[in-house]
C-alpha cells in the first residue's frame, strides 16, 4: 500500500540547486506523495524556479533559519509520513518507494534516516571524499545510531506532531543531531536503511572542503561539549576521524621533537601511527575503494590522513574556546530550557 508521504524541503537562496532537487523529487516512480517547499526570505530567483514544479510553496514573512522552515512544512503537509531533504539533495527515481517500504513496518516509535549516494551529483574528488565520507559514517550503525541526518530523515507525521520539532533557536547547524537526541529521549527509536538515498550537490574545491571540515567541527564540538560525548562514536564525529586527528598531531610532534633534539628515533614512530591509523581506518578505505577504484582510495586516504585533519582539529579547538568563553550565549540558554 503507497501511503501518502510529504517532501519538505527548506529552502534560502537555493537557486543553483533547487531547480535539479524539484526535478528530481518529481520524477519519482512513487505516486502518492507530495512536494512542500519553504522558502525562507530567498532574495535570488528561487521562488521563481520553485514555482515551475508541482509542488505546494510555502513563503516565511521573516528571515527564520531551517529549522522554522522545516518545521512550517511539515505542519502545512497532508502526508502520513513526513520526508525531510534539503534543496541541494536530488532523490533517487525510488528512494520514496524505500521509504515507504522501510516505513511500512515501523510504528510512531520509530525514525527512518537515509543517507548519501556514494558518488555525489558533481563528481569531482573532493565532492566525492565528502559524500563517500558522510555514507560510510553514517551507515556503521543501522540499528542504533546516534542521530538522524535531516537530508534524509523520515517520520509518521503523528510523531512530528508529538516532538515539537527541530529547534528553532539553536546552533547555525546541528540542528538535526539535537532533535535526533530529543526524539531518542522521548522513546523514539532511531533506525538507519542505507538503500534510502539521495544524491548531494558538493560543488567542494579543496579550499570548501577544509573550510566545511572546520565549521562543521566547530559546531559539533560546541554542542558536544554540552551533551558530553565529545568521545562518542557518532556518525561523521567518528572514531576513526578522531583517532585521524590525533595521529596527526602525535606525528607532527614526533617530528618536531625529533628535528628540535636531534633524535630521529623518533621518526620510526611515525609510520607505526600511519599503519595504526590504516587499520582502523580498513573499512572507510574499502568505501573509498567501491567508490572510485584503487588510485581514488589511496589519494582518498592520504587527503583524510594528511590534510583533512587540519580543518577538524583547528575547529575543534574554536568550538572548545567558543563554548566555554560563550557559556551563556542565547541558542545554548535556549537548548537548555528547552532540553
Not at 529521549?185 to 539521495?198: F, T
Amino acid at each position: 500500500m503507497e501511503k501518502m508521504i510529504s517532501v519538505v524541503i527548506p529552502n534560502h537562496n537555493g537557486e543553483k540547486s533547487i531547480g535539479r532537487c524539484l526535478e528530481a523529487a518529481c520524477a519519482s516512480d512513487y505516486r502518492n506523495f507530495e512536494v512542500v517547499v519553504v522558502d525562507d526570505c530567498s532574495d535570488d530567483r528561487s521562488v521563481e524556479i520553485i514555482q515551475q514544479y508541482p509542488c505546494k510553496l510555502v513563503r516565511l514573512g521573516e528571515r527564520s533559519g531551517t529549522s522554522k522552515a522545516r518545521n512550517t512544512g511539515a505542519l502545512k503537509s497532508r502526508g502520513e509520513m513526513i520526508f525531510f531533504t534539503d534543496a541541494d539533495c536530488l532523490l533517487q527515481r525510488d528512494t520514496l518507494s524505500k521509504v515507504n517500504r522501510a516505513m511500512s513496518s515501523a510504528g510512531p516509535d520509530v525514525a527512518v534516516g537515509g543517507t548519501y549516494t556514494l558518488i555525489p551529483y558533481d563528481e569531482q574528488f573532493f565532492s566525492t571524499f565528502q559524500s563517500v565520507f558522510v555514507h560510510y559514517s553514517e551507515t556503521k550503525n543501522l540499528e542504533n545510531p546516534d542521530y538522524l541526518a535531516a537530508h534524509a530523515m523520515i517520520m509518521h507525521a503523528e510523531t512530528f506532531r508529538k516532538s515539537r520539532g527541530f529547534p528553532e533557536v539553536f546552533l547555525p547547524i546541528m540542528e538535526d543531531l539535537e532533535y535526533s537526541h530529543r526524539l531518542k529521549r522521548s522513546g523514539v527509536k532511531l533506525r538507519m536503511v542505507p538503500e534510502i538515498q539521495v544524491k548531494h550537490i558538493f560543488n567542494f574545491s579543496f579550499t570548501g572542503s577544509l573550510l566545511n571540515a572546520f565549521k562543521k567541527s566547530r559546531y559539533w564540538v560546541m554542542y558536544s561539549q554540552k551533551n558530553r560525548d565529545m568521545l562518542a562514536d557518532s556518525g561523521c564525529a567518528s572514531i576513526e576521524l578522531k583517532f585521524s586527528v590525533f595521529s596527526f598531531l602525535v606525528n607532527v610532534l614526533l617530528i618536531v621533537a625529533s628535528l628540535l633534539f636531534q633524535k630521529p628515533e623518533l621518526l620510526l614512530g611515525v609510520p607505526l601511527i600511519l599503519l595504526a591509523n590504516g587499520l582502523l581506518c580498513r573499512k572507510l578505505i574499502h568505501a573509498f575503494y567501491r567508490a572510485g577504484g584503487s588510485l581514488f582510495s589511496v589519494l582518498a586516504f592520504s587527503y583524510f590522513t594528511l590534510c583533512y585533519p587540519i580543518p577538524v582539529g583547528l575547529g575543534t579547538i574554536t568550538g572548545i574556546l567558543n563554548y566555554y568563553l560563550s557559556a551563556g550565549i542565547p541558542e545554548q540558554q535556549e537548548l537548555k530550557r528547552g532540553g
